[in-house]
Each structure stands twice: as structure tokens, then as C-alpha cells.
């Protein structure tokens, strides 16, 4: 069974940061490509960033380049968002999604964000 | 950035009967590989998203043949042939054809 953990959300002042980590199971994490996408309170998706298998390609959504930061650990079948700046805006549930084909797969249960002073 | 517009924005639904959802891309969604990758996803309350379709029309793993896409280029459908209880949540299209992968406002399909 595919399982997809995340942890490290909190709430942090703005220009604080957070580390969210997300753990997979049940696939070879390996080969595939992984997401994080984000969810503000009672809003739509947005995908915020991905990584290749072998993390020679990470993508960015323009309104966290230079502040988030995707990475992986193959051995540990773990996904990172290293998060700086934050911003009020930035508050949201953020989810890890197994992606391929041009799709997403599958989505652990989300970990919340909140920005605030 | 492709963007995904969505309507109708809520669809009250009676039970048993038929539901339709349109989408439409600002662009068209054929990859420069031939695939046009659109997908949809069902967000029940209080839950993750749920992948039921990829690439226009392929169901996913354990959804139900209810559940059909179809469409072309930029305009795209997902029909629920018989609506059920638990298909009530929230509906969204995706594109997955160019980076920043972009999603639809959202529909949600409650019961009448």
C-alpha cells in the first residue's frame, strides 16, 4: 500500500522557517518524481514544487523561488521543503504527492502551515 | 501560466441521477511528446485529494467505472454517470503538460 507521511508544519512568525519532511512507503520511491502542492484555508490546489528522480530537476512555482527549497533522500525514501521567508500568505495545508504521467497519484494526509504574528 | 477554468463552480445533484463537469485550459494541452496530460481529482471533506482520471480519460486504480473523462485540446469533461452519496466533495482539473502544473477553481457536487 502506497503511504505518504508528512510532518513539520507548525506555526511560525512571518520571515520564519520551517522544514516539512514526508516520508514514503509501499513504492520504489526512487523512481519516482515527487511534489509538494498547497492548499490555503477553504481555498484551491496549488502545485508548489517538484523534484526528478535523481534530483538533477527541481521546479518552482514563481511565488516561492528563492525562498523554498525541494530535496530527497533516496536511501530514506524522503522529501523535504525547506521553506525560508514566510510569509502570511504562505499559510496553508501542504501536501506530498507521488507524481508521474503527468498526474498525481497519490497524496499523504497534509501538514498545516500557518504563518502569524 | 495555463489557466484552468471550471464550470459550473457547484452542481447540486440528486442521487442516482447523472453530474457533468467542464474544464477548460487557456492553451492547448498536447505535451510536444503527443500525451495531453489533464487530469481530475475528487477532494472529499476533510480529506486529500484523490486522483481519478490522468491523461484525459484513463481511470485510476480502484475508481469506479462511473467515473468517465473525456475531451480534447482545451476542453475537457468529467461525467459521474450515476451520482452515489459518497461522490459528494469537491472536483478539480489539473494540467500537468507545462510547469507550474496548474489546477481548476474547483467544483462542488452536493446533493439535492
Known amino acids: 500500500e502506497v503511504q505518504l507521511v508528512e510532518s513539520g508544519g507548525g506555526l511560525v512568525q512571518p520571515g520564519g522557517s520551517l522544514r516539512l519532511s514526508c516520508v514514503a512507503s509501499g513504492f520504489s520511491f526512487s523512481t519516482y518524481w515527487m511534489s509538494w502542492v498547497r492548499q490555503a484555508p477553504g481555498k484551491g490546489l496549488e502545485c508548489v514544487a517538484n523534484i526528478n528522480q535523481d534530483v538533477s530537476e527541481k521546479r518552482y512555482v514563481d511565488s516561492v523561488k528563492g525562498r523554498f527549497t525541494i530535496s530527497r533522500d533516496n536511501a530514506k525514501n524522503s522529501l523535504y521543503l525547506q521553506m525560508n521567508s514566510l510569509r502570511v500568505e504562505d499559510t496553508a495545508v501542504y501536501y506530498c504527492a507521488r507524481s508521474g504521467s503527468g498526474s498525481y497519484s497519490y497524496w499523504g494526509q497534509g501538514t498545516l502551515v500557518t504563518v502569524s504574528a | ?112
Open chain 2, 1 to 112: 501560466d495555463i489557466v484552468m477554468t471550471q464550470t459550473p463552480l457547484s452542481s447540486p445533484v440528486t442521487l442516482g441521477q447523472p453530474a457533468s463537469i467542464s474544464c477548460r485550459s487557456s492553451q492547448s494541452l498536447v505535451h510536444s511528446d503527443g500525451n495531453t496530460y489533464l487530469s481530475w481529482l475528487q477532494q472529499r471533506p476533510g480529506q486529500p485529494p484523490r486522483l481519478l482520471s490522468y491523461k484525459i480519460s484513463n481511470r485510476f486504480s480502484g475508481v469506479p467505472d462511473r467515473f468517465s473523462g473525456s475531451g480534447a485540446g482545451t476542453d475537457f469533461t468529467l461525467k459521474i454517470s450515476r451520482v452515489e452519496a459518497e461522490d459528494v466533495g469537491v472536483y478539480y482539473c489539473m494540467q500537468g503538460t507545462q510547469f507550474p502544473h496548474t489546477f481548476g477553481q474547483g467544483t462542488k457536487l452536493e446533493i439535492k
